[in-house]
């Protein structure tokens, strides 16, 4: 993860249907927001145990890390609240 900048985790399934709905959404909100650091995580497959270290129970769901710092979560397909949070990590 970052030490000094905005870092979005974002969690996701494969066998998760309103992660397959949200996608095209997220994949914009990464061209909007492409000065965050962007890391894509499949929980099926989660290697680094991102997952477990930020106790993510639920998918989808956004986790922003400001300098590795958690400013901002979300679980669910309100995708007004990623944005937001977000946006108030970049300002």
């Known amino acids: 993860m970052s030490t000094n900048n905005v870092t979005v985790l974002h969690f ?3 066998t998760c249907n309103p ?6 959404a997220i994949e914009d909100l990464k061209e909007e927001f492409s000065q965050a650091n962007w890391i894509s995580v499949n929980t099926h497959q989660d ?3 991102y997952a477990a270290k930020l106790k993510v ?3 989808p769901t956004i986790v922003v890390l400001k ?6 979560r979300h679980s669910g397909t ?3 609240i990623y944005y937001t949070i ?3 990590a970049l300002a």
Request: charge should be positive; include cysteine.
């Open 57 to 59: 129970a639920h998918v």
């Open 19 to 24: 992660c397959k709905v949200i996608k095209p």
């Open 78 to 80: 309100t995708l007004g």
């Open 86 to 88: 977000i946006r108030r």
């Open 47 to 49: 290697t680094e145990g």
């Open 12 to 14: 996701w399934s494969p």
């Open 67 to 72: 300098n590795d710092v958690e400013v901002g």
